[in-house]
């Protein structure tokens, strides 16, 4: 009976630690990915270990490491049935037969008369591996085989054809000017021109090694304790049993020394030592030559290799900071030296450093999950159990928001005290439909911890469900009291740059005021230009991300922005929103459909032209981008300064960006983004470094979690310490 697919796998590690269970399509994506290699062991449910550089075990168990053929049933035999599929798809060569009955009754009656082991039955048939073979091809075949394995050439007789009669004092030496006989009928050539071409290589059974442990299969062990009988029985005695190659990677064959006189091995050994001496005297004079003549730190990356690996302690600070910092390298670096120090392996923040580093720098949602599983089983303490159930959930919930969204209740009901928690439950909610269950848990969020980020994430949610909610036809008290607006109204107050919160508040204005009641917000939307280069501020990577609000604005925008009795035509300025909106959703194509429409309907209108040049910005597009406003003369605007200092400073042309950051300054004092653009500018001028740090400050004092000021006051300065704000973004 076959075992189900999705059985459990476990993983043992080179440190003897063991995680799992793991699905096997996680199994089969690490392999293929390197992250399972060499000297790690792996078991199915139930079975035993083996090694993954085991190339055998591994296609029996994977048949995607087996050109796609299903595993067989029982475990690799000795002895394989061959047949002509086998012989096309893998190329399973025969080198040898010895003579048993042609059918399976004859074959039958010999299995109950014993023989000697390694020799045949004396009525001179082939022996075939299997009943079913020699269903196949015994009852009209017949074969006369060399002794010697260099033999190329095979005799093959169809039955009914003469043959040479065999001499039974001699070796079987095939006569070399004798021609087969015809064969009679295609199958018959067919299955004769599939077995001439069969040649088995030695040595390519496991069992044939001399470093193989117990029994060793009948055919081979009287082939190896008989090789040198070859006179004083009969030729069928010296006929070896038929073996076939599977498809495995054999261990190297041991090579076969031949015994030369005492002279010609002095003399080889002679030669080996003046090699081996010349090898010695060159590496030496290198190495010389390389010290006196070539730079100390000569080859590689110089500094990094020649780096002190930093103690425990130190590294772990390091992963945090560059996590935070969005610094890939730093956080490579550190945890190299985390997984050196022995002290860090057992550590599940180690494992929880490298989930985040994998799931938010590397994309490998995988790798990242089975960190989590290692990380708990190396949980100390409830409140680490939490933050690894919490990030699965996190990571998982694309894949399946069910069982995400239970795993997040449990979290909840066992940690009543972080807000964190049930801001993630109400989200999930909300993104699979049950926007009722949510708005209860948003209320009073986050509590007394004045957090103002959660505060404001909180009340865009808040928003949203109740939206979702009332979209739905729902008479709740909320709907007609207009909860909705004042839930993003919260998260204004908070953040007066929440281009989510401003966008929430122009599509609950347009619903119940139309068109004019909702202008204002929309422009400030487009103006704000979200997510133009992520990530712009220091990212919390303990929530769950609500990117599906943009996807319920552009369906919202859809129903709201549609022709009908109210409105004659689309609006260009939501036209222009809604474009920006499928750009964030990596819905470029349907972008740029939507700006050609939008600018047919008003060419050259401002609001249209910063779409437009957003989605060139995205696209690469930077000269597109400067060459779209030339005429343009809002000098004010915080989107086209943006967009031109940006695009500018990526063309090299750093004069015309500092004068568009300087710009952003001057017209936008309260926002950061101009100050952290402007140092960062600064900073790769040495005679300038101390404007760009006072730029810096300026940044972080209007937003604490610029992240391009802290990367450059880390750069200025590497003693800086990271606000504890910025600790709380970190689940260990």
């Known amino acids: 009976m076959a075992e189900p697919k999705d059985i459990g796998w476990l993983i043992r590690d080179t440190s003897n630690k063991i995680r799992g269970p793991v699905k096997q399509s996680e199994i089969v994506q690490q392999i293929k990915k390197g992250q399972l290699r060499g000297k790690v062991e792996i078991s199915r449910a139930n079975s035993y270990w083996f090694a993954v550089e085991e190339k055998a075990e591994l296609a029996r168990f994977f048949p995607e490491f087996n050109g796609g053929k299903p595993p067989p049933e029982q475990p690799t035999q000795m002895t394989a049935t061959l047949t002509e599929a086998d012989v096309q798809d893998h190329g399973v060569e025969i080198t040898q037969f010895t003579a048993v009955p042609k059918n399976l009754k004859d074959a039958q009656a010999q299995k109950d008369s014993p023989a000697p082991e390694g020799i045949a039955s004396a009525s001179g048939q082939i022996e075939w591996l299997s009943d079913e073979f020699a269903q196949e091809f015994g009852d009209d075949f017949g074969a006369t085989v060399s002794v010697q394995t260099d033999v190329s050439s095979i005799r093959n007789t169809p039955s009914g054809g003469t043959s040479k009669p065999v001499d039974q004092g001699k070796n079987l030496i095939p006569n070399q000017d004798e021609q087969p006989t015809q064969v009679t009928t295609a199958e018959e050539k067919a299955k004769q021109e599939m077995l001439k071409r069969a040649t088995v290589k030695a040595d390519t059974l496991p069992s044939e090694h001399k470093s193989f442990q117990g029994d060793r299969p009948k055919p081979i062990d009287a082939l190896i304790r008989n090789p040198g009988k070859t006179s004083g029985s009969s030729a069928l005695t010296q006929s070896h049993h038929t073996t076939v190659s599977v498809p495995v990677d054999p261990e190297p064959a041991p090579k076969m020394i031949r015994d030369d006189d005492e002279t010609k091995r002095r003399e080889r050994r002679g030669k080996n030592g003046l ?159 049950r926007p009722q269950e949510a708005i209860p848990l948003l209320e009073g969020l986050p509590g007394s911890g004045g957090d103002n980020t959660l505060i404001e994430d909180a009340a865009l949610a808040q928003g949203w469900a109740i939206e979702l909610m009332c979209s739905s036809g729902s008479r709740e008290a909320a709907c007609r009291r207009g909860d909705a607006e004042s839930a993003y109204a919260r998260a204004l107050e908070v953040n007066p740059n929440s281009a989510k919160a401003r966008l929430g508040l122009a599509l609950y204005r347009f619903r119940h005021g139309g068109i004019k009641a909702s202008e204002g917000d929309f422009r400030t939307f487009l103006d704000a230009l979200p997510e133009l280069d992520p990530p712009n501020r220091v990212i919390n990577y303990r929530k769950l991300g609500n990117s599906d609000f943009y996807a319920f604005a552009h369906s919202q925008i859809i129903d709201l922005n549609t022709p009908n009795q109210n409105m004659s035509k689309p609006s260009p300025l939501i036209m222009a929103a809604d474009a920006i909106i499928s750009s964030i959703l990596n819905r470029t194509s349907e972008a740029g459909k939507i700006l050609e429409t939008a600018l047919s309907s008003a060419p050259g209108d401002v609001n249209v032209l910063k779409a437009m040049g957003y989605l060139k910005w995205k696209n690469g597009q930077l000269n597109e981008l400067v060459d779209s406003f030339k005429d343009v003369r809002e000098r004010n605007s915080f989107a086209i300064n943006l967009l031109l200092g940006k695009a500018n400073l990526k063309l090299r042309k750093r004069d015309l960006a500092e004068r568009y950051f300087h710009n952003l300054v001057e017209s936008h004092p309260n926002r950061a983004e101009g100050h952290s653009l402007l140092g960062d500018l600064l900073l790769e001028q040495p005679e300038r470094v101390d404007e760009a740090r006072s730029e810096f400050k300026l940044a972080l004092r209007r937003d604490s979690l610029d992240l391009l000021a802290w990367r450059g006051l880390k750069k200025l300065d590497p003693s800086v310490q990271l606000s504890p704000e910025l600790q709380k973004s970190l689940p260990f």
């Open 275 to 433: 090699m081996a001496f010349a090898a010695v005297a060159t590496v030496v004079v290198l190495g010389l030559g390389s010290y006196f003549f070539l730079p100390r730190n000569f080859g590689g990356s110089g500094k990094e290799s020649n780096r002190k690996v930093r103690a425990a302690a130190e590294a772990f600070k390091e992963v945090r900071e560059a996590i935070i910092l969005f610094d890939l390298d730093g956080a490579k670096s550190a945890l190299a030296d985390l997984e050196i120090e022995p002290s860090s392996r057992g550590e599940a923040s180690t494992y929880l450093a490298q989930a985040v580093v994998k799931k938010e720098f590397l994309f490998d949602v995988e790798g990242a999950m089975l960190a989590l599983q290692t990380a708990r089983g190396q949980a100390r303490n409830k409140r680490t159990e939490s933050e690894v159930d919490n990030l699965i959930a996190v990571y998982g919930f694309d894949r399946d928001s069910a069982s995400s969204a239970d795993m997040l209740r449990r979290n909840v009901e066992a940690n009543k005290e972080d807000p964190v928690y049930r801001y993630n439950l109400a989200l999930g909610l909300i993104r699979t439909g």
